[in-house]
């Protein structure tokens, strides 16, 4: 039988998942008629489809293939804000706001310099340039973030988060740290009133979680965690045929997701549930958009008590179900199969998916830059949705995004509590990691110090020796 999460009130980190239903909503906040329509346009993009080889009645091609177009709103493409409408006089002053957002640069700072801030920052890349402007940069080592400052044009470079967050230049912070170390750098970026967008999780559990989110909404500032699947177009066209009732009542949500990593690195992760597990899950939910009712969870620990392999069963009202396997020893399909009465909808990679599968056509929505665009990580361009909603939101005065809002990630903390639990995971494991972290971080700044200084020393001695 599965386990009923008992309701407790908040903030207790043990909190029902059904104290978030409210804020399951798939209406946006309140906005102005212009900024909803943009709002809407923008995450439908890739609704309206081109067929490849339009008129073409060749039977012998077994699927055909729709190629949906990603465009992004506000682009050099000529349009105008009153569509030929001569009477503007009312619409004067929010067309003028309109254009004064449009010309304002988001301006990024990058905590720290990582192999996922590389892809974020080539994600930037392909947006228009004037949206979106990398200012500092912070890394342990001084020379990785000069590397990296070389790459993108940085203007400031810094081997101190503190530093980073009293720069007066920078609007919002893109932070991506291994995952124990979300939560504080979060608490400080929020202190220096920047913006922030975090790599999922947030935080470790869910007290932690409330305490970050409601020093955010206390202080006005946003702040999103960042799963950046809710805001690619194939998840928006997927709630689109959803939402139409293209694949009747909508029964199972079936997600595998793995790939064989270091018993050292996992550890530092947080566990196969914190790195791998949250995709599913998010898919889940996106796809039912409630709060499930019942979460039963097994799996396999390390000697660390850390989770290497996961399998998790959620249940919906009406018998429905999302089941969820990660595993960190062994690669497995990694895909998405949302199974209706009247159809399904198959998602190769579904934490990025370029391609939605159905029974009788294959919907495809190419990233921008194409394939000569390389990012480390799959699919990683897609990131740049995931930017432009952020800045969209920070120039509309929102201090969530409604693609995952603040509520979502209480209940997914909530969630990820009740799935340790079952699972056995340690709290112990997580004190130990971020000592680890805390302890290398400082003798990597130590390193670097000595180095430059070394560096220093041996340029001036060089420098007398030519003299002499």
């Given amino acids: 039988m599965l386990r009923l999460l008992q309701p407790i009130k908040l903030p207790s980190p043990k909190s029902c998942p059904r104290n978030y239903l409210h804020g399951l909503s798939t209406v946006r906040v309140k906005r102005s008629s212009r900024q909803q329509h943009a709002s809407e346009s923008r995450h439908c993009r890739g609704i309206h489809h081109i067929i490849r080889g339009s008129g073409s009645t060749n039977m012998c091609r077994p699927r055909p293939r729709l190629l949906h177009i990603n ?15 001569s009477d503007n006089s009312k619409n004067n002053s929010e067309d003028y706001k309109s254009q004064t957002d449009e010309s304002r640069t ?8 990582s192999l996922m801030a590389n892809d974020f920052a080539t994600a930037l890349s392909v947006l228009p340039p004037h949206r979106h402007e990398i ?9 990785h973030a000069l590397a ?16 980073l967050a009293r720069c007066p230049s920078v609007d919002v912070v893109y932070i991506s740290p291994l995952n124990p170390l979300h939560c504080e750098l979060c608490h400080l970026m929020l202190n220096h009133d920047k913006h922030v967008l975090c ?18 909404q206390a202080r006005g500032l946003f702040l999103m965690e960042g799963m950046w699947p809710r805001c690619v177009p194939a998840y928006h066209y997927l709630r689109h045929q959803i939402l139409r009732n293209r694949l009747g009542d909508v029964q199972n949500v079936h997600c595998t997701l793995g790939l064989p990593v ?12 914190s790195d791998f597990g949250v995709y599913g899950i998010q898919l889940a939910l996106w796809v039912y958009r409630e709060v499930p009712e019942k979460v039963r969870a097994t799996g396999k620990l390390n000697e660390e008590n850390v989770d290497v392999v996961a399998n998790i069963e959620l249940a919906f009202s009406h018998n429905r179900w999302a089941n969820i396997e990660v595993s960190a020893e062994e690669k497995l399909s990694n895909k998405a199969i949302i199974q209706g009465k009247e159809g399904c909808i198959k998602m190769a990679n579904y934490w990025c998916p370029t391609r939605l599968i159905t029974e009788d056509t294959d919907y495809e929505f190419p990233l921008p830059g194409g394939e000569e665009v390389i990012t480390h990580y799959h699919n990683r361009l897609g990131m740049c949705y995931e930017a432009e909603e952020v800045r969209n939101c920070i120039l509309n005065g929102s201090t969530q995004s409604e693609l995952f809002n603040h509520n979502e990630s209480r209940l997914l903390a909530n969630l990820m509590d009740s799935i340790h639990a079952q699972l056995g995971v340690g709290r112990s494991t997580e004190v130990y990691t971020k000592f680890k972290l805390e302890h290398d971080s400082k003798n990597a700044t130590e390193a670097a110090t000595d180095r430059d200084t070394s560096e220093t020393v041996n340029s001036k001695t060089k420098k007398k020796g030519a003299g002499s």
């Fill in 106 to 113: 988001l301006r990024w700072g990058i905590a720290p310099v």
């Fill in 148 to 163: 990296f400052a070389d790459k993108y044009e940085v203007r400031n470079v810094y081997t101190s988060f503190e530093d």
């Fill in 262 to 273: 270091s018993q050292s690195k996992l550890a530092l992760y947080g566990g196969v549930t």
């Fill in 199 to 216: 790599e999922k999780p947030i935080c470790m559990s869910e007290s932690k979680a409330e305490k970050l989110l409601r020093k955010a």
């Fill in 135 to 143: 200012v500092s940069c912070a890394a342990a080592y001084r020379s």
């Fill in 71 to 85: 465009r992004f709103n506000g682009g050099n493409d000529g349009s105008t804000g009153n569509n030929g409408n």
